[in-house]
């Protein structure tokens, strides 16, 4: 019993003298370690004000800021092990990254997927920030092009977080692509109706409205017999200068008859 408690003992000294022999190295790891992530934030701002202020492409420039910021961090990381002795700890960290690389691959090829579709969107811009665009029957603002994600924001206010692979492979309509966009509008008059009158009122009332394209007429077209009414279709075009002309343009007001 003396003997076991003499092992284990003199491993306990070992254990504490190695402690004391390596607390310089272990403070100095540790200011390493916190240091790393101030100055990773550093240079990621010094690369996209500086060295990449060139670049007109400010999603990309956003997205490779950040990744650069990351490889500082996974650097800054590895040189705090080597500080301590871990060089064997670093050299088997580096050795597993090709043996994990394909089991992360699996697991997350989702993320690695949302990434790349970040990097193609920021790359080609099918849309900015602050445009107006629709995807998967969501409508909204661009707020913010991330890494994995886009942010969109509602006309309600609400903030819609969507992973960049549903924006890059599914169809997305971008209503500020454009510097004029045509609406249609649905109206129905009664049988008993002068479609002759309807039409010149029609096209009086419209120039009520703000935000048309002056060079462009509005459109009159009866289409349709209906069940209780004469159907006919408005086609107005609309200048883009105004985020909410979308929405506020097909909901005015505006009385066409009466």
């Known amino acids: 019993m003396r003997e076991e408690l003499s092992m284990i003992w003199e491993k306990l000294d070992n254990w504490y003298s190695t402690l004391i022999t390596m607390?310089?190295?272990?403070?100095?790891?540790?200011?390493?370690?916190?240091?790393?992530?101030?100055?990773?934030?550093?240079?990621r701002i010094v690369f996209k004000k500086y060295l990449m202020a060139k670049w007109k492409n400010e999603e990309l420039k956003a997205i490779f800021a950040k990744v650069i910021q990351f490889i500082v961090i996974v650097l800054g990381f590895l040189f705090a092990l080597?500080?301590?002795?871990?060089?064997?700890?670093?050299?088997?960290?580096?050795?597993?990254?090709?043996?994990?690389?394909?089991?992360i691959g699996f697991a997350f090829q989702d993320i690695a997927a949302n990434f790349i579709s970040g990097l193609f969107m920021a790359a080609n811009k099918p849309f900015k920030i602050g445009d107006i665009v629709e995807v998967e029957g969501q409508t909204g603002v661009i707020r913010e092009l991330k890494l994995r994600?886009?942010?969109?924001?509602?006309?309600?206010?609400?903030?819609?977080?969507?992973?960049?692979?549903?924006?890059?492979?599914?169809?997305v309509t971008n209503y500020t692509s454009n510097d004029e966009r045509r609406i249609d509008l649905e109206v129905g008059v009664s049988y008993s109706d002068n479609l002759k009158d309807v039409k010149a009122l029609t096209?009086?009332?419209?120039?009520?409205?703000?935000?048309?394209?002056?060079?462009?007429?509005?459109?009159?077209?009866?289409?349709e017999f209906g069940g209780s009414s004469i159907n006919f279709n408005v086609r107005?075009?609309?200048?883009?200068?105004?985020?909410?002309?979308?929405?506020?343009?097909?909901?005015?007001?505006?009385?066409?008859?009466?």
């Open 23 to 43: 607390l310089p190295n272990i403070i100095l790891a540790i200011v390493i370690a916190v240091s790393v992530f101030f100055i990773a934030k550093g240079v």
């Open 82 to 103: 080597s500080v301590v002795n871990l060089d064997k700890t670093v050299t088997s960290i580096l050795a597993g990254v090709g043996v994990a690389g394909i089991a």
């Open 149 to 171: 994600t886009t942010m969109i924001r509602t006309f309600q206010g609400n903030d819609i977080i969507i992973p960049n692979t549903h924006l890059f492979q599914n169809p």
């Open 203 to 223: 096209e009086e009332r419209l120039k009520q409205l703000e935000g048309l394209v002056s060079d462009k007429a509005p459109e009159v077209m009866f289409n």
């Open 236 to 258: 107005i075009w609309t200048k883009n200068t105004d985020q909410f002309n979308i929405v506020k343009i097909p909901n005015s007001n505006i009385r066409f008859f009466g």
